[in-house]
């Protein structure tokens, strides 16, 4: 499936549709340049998963954030992981295989933890079309 949006609300609009139909154990993946959207995205899930938090910022230097909405929400920003094994300090498989939903921006670093069934949502600019453009295609999971 592959979606396009012109405009941060519609990035986000499209990661609230994801948050309402997300369910305990799904796993999302974000994929895209730096500044491509990604915690926008994750925003606009947060919001359909009910999380009432005003501020979702991207975990960069914690790894991870918890949020509680009508299921707990992990964001993950693994672009500063170094080895698989610095994944394994930091607890992932508790949260992958939770009953939480988990949201993992540069989940292509980690590739070979992600379980098969995950979503993969690629986030890509097209400049041509606008600095507000955005192509969102996603593979993958149930959605």
């Not at 508790?94 to 949201?103: N, P, W």
């Not at 670093?109 to 192509?135: F, M, Q, S, V």
């Amino acid at each position: 499936m592959t979606r396009e949006t012109f405009s941060e609300n519609e990035t986000e609009k499209i990661g609230f549709e994801f948050g309402k139909k997300a369910k305990a154990g799904d796993i999302y993946c974000l994929s895209g340049d730096l500044g491509v959207g990604k915690t926008v995205f994750t925003r606009g899930f947060a919001a359909g998963i009910g999380v009432t938090e005003k501020y979702i910022t991207s975990p960069t230097f914690t790894i991870i954030n918890e949020y509680m909405g009508r299921l707990p929400m992990y964001h993950f920003d693994v672009y500063r992981i170094t080895s698989l094994d610095e994944m394994d300090d930091t607890g992932y498989e508790d949260y992958f295989f939770g009953e939480g939903v988990c949201l993992i921006e540069w989940a292509e670093l980690i590739k070979e933890l992600i379980p098969d069934n995950a979503c993969w949502i690629k986030i890509d600019k097209n400049l041509l079309k606008g600095t507000e453009y955005r192509k969102i295609t996603v593979r993958g999971g149930e959605k």
